[in-house]
């Protein structure tokens, strides 16, 4: 065992060997085998002594036990119905002195309304592939007291998530993280530090809470002009809004007084710029 007690990849491999848990792709599962990755992201999320951390999918507990001595409490979220009761048993027998400082929580992180003691301030997790932003976004919306995300996504995620408005890969993710904070890429992870290897390397996100535009409309209204405007990211704001505000029309009515061009396309826009449109949509 390291001085640390942190899982290396034997470690990690014998624990999913002892609890017969095969990671599978449908649950989003790639195991973290270096030490070094998880200091990093630590590192990264800028945690603090007095921080209550929401962990998503900590799996066998690799990014767990490197937050444990950081924070003042960590509340993992493990949906895997073998996974969840074995967090303790691991932490237990590798840090006994800080098993205190763990709350697992056997649930669906996207069903999650409340959480168990005092409220977050911090989301660290290396998320499942396959639920990463619904996840971020429904944690985000539900728990305003959390005022530092870092997580770990797959890279092309990671890049949606940190767009600026003219990219590319500037879409419904981009703007709807923004709605929360302030949103950067700040680094990368090769597929080589998990256990089975992704086919794609990973990307860590970090958010830093802000106060959402001031607008009239409510965050569920703004947020419905942004996925009408990317459901036809190639037509103009005229043409996508047209059902979202009743005609073309009505779309271009409300446009104008956004003071947005209606030949304008959605990957153009900022969330300020959504939300003064949604707070202009026609009664």
């Known amino acids: 065992m390291s001085d640390d007690g942190l899982l290396g990849a034997a470690d990690v491999r014998r624990l999913a060997d002892e609890l017969g848990v095969h990671p599978t792709k449908q649950k989003g599962q790639n195991f973290v085998i270096d030490g070094n990755t998880v200091r990093r992201i630590v590192r990264a999320a800028e945690v603090r ?5 929401i962990e998503v999918g900590p799996g066998l507990g690799s990014l767990t036990l490197a937050l444990l001595p950081a924070v003042r409490r960590v509340v993992a979220v493990e949906i895997d119905d073998v ?24 649930a669906d992180a996207l069903r999650i309304t409340d959480l168990p003691g005092d409220p977050p301030t911090a989301l660290v997790a290396n998320l499942p592939y ?39 890969v500037y879409g419904v993710p981009s703007v709807k993280a923004r709605w929360y904070g302030d949103v950067a890429r700040v680094g990368t992870v090769g597929r080589t530090v998990f256990w089975p290897a992704p086919n794609v390397d990973s990307g860590l996100v970090a958010l830093t809470r802000t106060a959402p535009p001031e607008t009239t409309a409510s965050r569920e209204e703004v947020f419905a002009v942004v996925d009408a405007a990317f459901a036809q990211r190639r037509k ?18 409300a446009l104008r007084a956004a003071g947005v061009d209606p030949s304008t396309r959605g990957e153009a826009l900022d969330v300020a710029a959504f939300s003064r449109i949604a707070a202009a949509r026609p009664a």
């Open 49 to 53: 002594a007095d921080d209550v951390v």
């Open 83 to 106: 996974l969840a009761p074995a967090l303790e048993a691991t932490v237990r027998e590798r840090r006994p002195d800080l098993a205190d400082r763990l709350e697992v929580v056997h």
């Open 130 to 168: 396959n639920v990463s932003v619904p996840v971020l976004l429904h944690l985000l919306e539900r728990f305003p007291t959390i005022r530092r995300v870092l997580v770990m996504v797959q890279l092309e995620v990671a890049d949606r998530l940190a767009a600026a408005p003219g990219s590319k």
């Open 236 to 253: 103009t704001l005229r043409a996508a809004l047209a059902s979202w505000a009743g005609s073309p029309a009505a779309a271009e009515d």
